[in-house]
């Protein structure tokens, strides 16, 4: 998680930014425990931090501790000698909420997870990693993880420590494709993404839409499936997607790969499925394409379409989750009402890293999404700004209200423009499942106001939302968490589909042992 911090000046500013981050995650993180186990502050001593943080990969030695002061400045570079000398004298507490920020630790569970027996995964377009963690829930192990954005990619690390940092790669897919053998070393059994995809709106069928330049990085996906030639590959877009899905398809059925001396084609399929379908408390559309290696379905008899049977068979008499369910057992915030302060944590407002005066465990469906897991710390539970004017909206409206509604008609601000603006704000139902979680929710959220609060949903709402188990640190600015958990796959939803998939190839492993 930490580079050598002899090496600072060579780094970008975007680099610097986030090694600090993570030195106030860690700060922070002690601070909440702390209050949990009612830990009072230690003489600070240099020495006694040495050893932890060579552990944890913040210096290399102790010669480094002068090149920390001056990039930290004294405030911050305090605090952090006061906490590490406090996690240094009680470990056993410490190291069980800090072992994500321990390179020595994700070391360990690299090693294990390297020479367990897991199906291989590689996830292109990875994003926060929702897609990733219902497969690896699942039992996959991932070996090789992609985004060209550094926030997403920085989330993923530290919310992935089995996964060695040199295999999740920040770049480029178009300057990956080349050499993606130099990284992927292993045979894979799966690839999984969902690459962007713009160029719809003038399909037909005498024009090959998905030819367009917009959706190029959708033919480098193609690309890479070449490249790798895996069992299986799932790929995830929009519901606008449709309208080039036969297209899709005929690229799939295009593909030949010859690896190991034999020639390798693929059947695909589609559809579009909903979240609240695999339990997950929102309504939320997804296109999902499913390709299968045709020896895979010579030998086991299975087609993508008997899987997609098998996915919607296993949600038969699912669970059906309202938005309430997901908000239970977080507390009670007020709304700063001062433009820039997203970073600062208040305790009205609420903290990015804070003690989770609940359990995580309040309902069935928190059960589900934390894997029945005891959640002392909640992160990411901050309200954002809201003017007294917006505070004023959300106060009269009422669940399914929206910004034409005549409870606001003598406030709303574009009360002339509300055929563009009805869905501008809208104040959500708890006993329905919740509305498309977006990555718009960073301009505004005004389209996701609390169904009991005058406030809109904060980043962890949001992820809960998305299925997001409670423990799954989102890092970057403020704002930025909301594009990140808007784009990401709901992870219950990708454990469904990956369920099955899975049960496939386990079934080939069992027909050639």
């Not at 002690?30 to 949990?36: G, K, N, P, Y």
């Not at 069928?205 to 890479?224: A, F, G, M, Q, S």
């Not at 938005?323 to 997203?342: D, F, I, Q």
């Not at 809208?426 to 505004?444: K, N, Q, S, V, W």
Request: hydrophobic content about 35%; glycine content about 4%; some cysteine.
């Amino acid at each position: 998680m930490f580079d050598s911090v002899s090496e600072y000046r060579l780094w970008d500013n975007a680099k610097k930014r986030f090694y600090k981050e993570k030195i106030e995650v860690f700060i922070k993180t002690v601070h909440a425990v702390s209050q949990i186990y009612n830990l009072n502050s230690v003489q600070t001593d240099e020495d006694a931090c040495i050893n932890l943080f060579v552990e944890m990969g913040i210096i290399k030695c102790a010669d480094d501790f002068t090149l920390l002061q001056p990039i930290l400045k004294r405030e911050l570079y305090t605090e952090l000698l006061a906490c590490g000398t406090l996690v240094s004298t009680n470990r056993a507490i410490f190291d069980p909420y800090l072992c994500k920020l321990n390179e020595t630790k994700r070391l360990e569970l690299q090693e294990i997870e390297k020479n367990s027996n897991k199906i291989k995964l590689v996830d292109m377009f990875c994003g926060a990693g929702g897609l990733s963690l219902g497969f690896i829930h699942e039992g996959c192990r991932v070996v090789f993880a992609n985004d060209v954005d550094e926030l997403c990619m920085e989330t993923y690390k530290y919310n992935h420590p089995e996964t060695p940092e040199e295999l999740m790669r920040c770049e480029d897919i178009k300057k990956l494709v080349s050499n993606i053998d130099s990284y992927i070393t292993e045979d894979v059994d799966i690839v999984i993404g969902g690459p962007p995809c713009q160029g719809f709106s003038s399909a037909n069928k005498h024009h090959r839409v998905i030819n367009d330049p917009r959706n190029e990085l959708y033919k480098y996906y193609i690309k890479v499936v070449e490249s790798l030639a895996p069992k299986i590959v799932v790929m995830e877009n929009v519901r606008g997607m449709l309208k080039v899905a036969d297209q899709v398809v005929e690229d799939y059925e295009a593909i030949t790969v010859t690896k190991d001396g034999k020639q390798y084609s693929y059947s695909v399929a589609y559809r579009l499925l909903n979240s609240a379908d695999f339990e997950v408390a929102q309504s939320r559309e997804r296109l999902i394409y499913i390709a299968i290696r045709n020896d895979i379905v010579e030998e086991s008899g299975q087609t993508p379409e008997n899987i997609f049977e098998a996915i919607e068979r296993s949600n038969e008499n699912h669970e059906v989750y309202n938005l309430s369910a997901a908000l239970e057992g977080v507390r009670e915030l007020e709304p700063p009402e001062t433009m820039g302060v997203g970073e600062v944590d208040t305790e009205e407002g609420g903290r990015k890293i804070d003690v989770n005066p609940f359990n995580g465990r309040e309902n069935e469906y928190l059960r589900l999404i934390n894997d029945d897991r005891e959640m002392d710390l909640v992160f990411n539970h901050k309200a954002r700004y809201c003017s007294p004017l917006n505070h004023e909206i959300y106060r009269r409206l009422e669940p399914g209200d929206d910004a034409t509604n005549e409870k606001i008609v003598d406030i709303f601000p574009y009360a002339h423009r509300n055929d563009k603006f009805k869905d501008k704000y809208y104040r959500l139902y708890a006993d329905r499942p919740c509305r498309t979680i977006t990555a718009h929710l960073r301009a505004d959220c005004h389209s996701h106001i609390h169904p009991t609060e005058a406030r809109t949903l904060t980043p962890r709402e949001a992820a809960r939302v998305q299925s997001f188990p409670d423990d799954y640190l989102f890092l970057g600015p403020y704002l930025k968490t909301y594009i990140q958990i808007g784009n990401a796959v709901p992870p219950l939803m990708a454990r469904g589909i990956a369920r099955a998939l899975i049960r496939l190839i386990k079934k080939e492993d069992a027909n050639e042992d």
